[in-house]
Nanobody
């Protein structure tokens, strides 16, 4: 099982980035997919979540209206479009896949996003 994130980097405040997470080794379309982030000295927090077919999404209040989560089950990939980035968005972003029956949780290795001028 693998989740591999890509697309992180350094961006100026107000800029945009699109993160991608490619899954393999499991039935991607059966899993709820999420993006989490962890800033230095802080706990990991949920940023956005999308249901198996993509029909429902949810966001942390701090990113609503700026970030969009989407998925392409044909490509086994989940995306996070991040617009109007702020310095406080700086963190390592992690992809997560989850299913409850049976219980499974998978994590990617993380990708660094730095928002700075």
């Amino acid at each position: 099982v693998q989740l591999v994130e890509s697309g992180g980097g350094l961006v100026q405040p107000g800029g945009s980035l699109r993160l991608s997470c490619a899954g393999s080794g499991f039935t991607f379309s059966n899993y709820v997919m999420s993006w989490y982030r962890q800033a230095p000295g802080k706990e990991r927090e949920l940023v956005a979540r999308i249901t198996t077919a993509g029909g429902s999404t949810s966001y942390a209040e701090s990113v609503k209206g700026r970030f969009t989560i989407s998925r392409d089950n044909a490509k086994n990939t989940v995306y996070l479009q991040m617009n109007m980035l702020k310095p406080e968005d700086t963190a390592v972003y992690y992809c997560n896949g989850g299913i409850n029956y049976p219980y499974r949780r998978y994590w990617g290795q993380g990708t660094q996003v730095t928002v700075s001028s």
